[in-house]
Nanobody, 113 residues
Framework: QVQLVESGGGLVQPGGSLRLSCAAS????????MSWYRQVPGKEREWVAT???????YYADSVKGRATISRDNAKNTVYLQMNSLKPEDTAVYYC???????WGQGTQVTVSS
């Protein structure tokens, strides 16, 4: 079955960096685009970034210039590097297989001094 396991979240100070990982299994990873979303309690889940099967990338305006999505098909893993983190980046971050309803369980990112 499809499994998506996020990791790499944590507490970071404003201006800091984090790299989130999403390890995937149960489907042909290299053939699928992958996305990152984030959600704050009480708000809708927000799209953050997408990487296509050919590694084309797309970013939400809120993270453009501060985030880099990448993938390692040999490791079946997609990454989200976040730099210059702001308190408003605090959220649970989820990975998703695009055009499906397969989601990971999420990893908490907290940006606070």
């Amino acid at each position: 079955q499809v499994q998506l396991v996020e990791s790499g979240g944590g507490l970071v100070q404003p201006g800091g960096s984090l790299r989130l990982s999403c390890a995937a299994s149960g489907f042909p990873f290299s053939d699928k685009g992958m996305s990152w979303y984030r959600q704050v309690p009480g708000k809708e889940r927000e799209w953050v970034a997408t990487i296509g099967s050919t590694s084309s990338t797309y970013y939400a305006d809120s993270v453009k210039g501060r985030a880099t999505i990448s993938r390692d098909n040999a490791k079946n893993t997609v990454y989200l590097q976040m730099n210059s983190l702001k308190p408003e980046d605090t959220a649970v971050y989820y990975c998703k297989v695009i055009r499906t309803d397969y989601w990971g369980q999420g990893t908490q990112v907290t940006v606070s001094s």
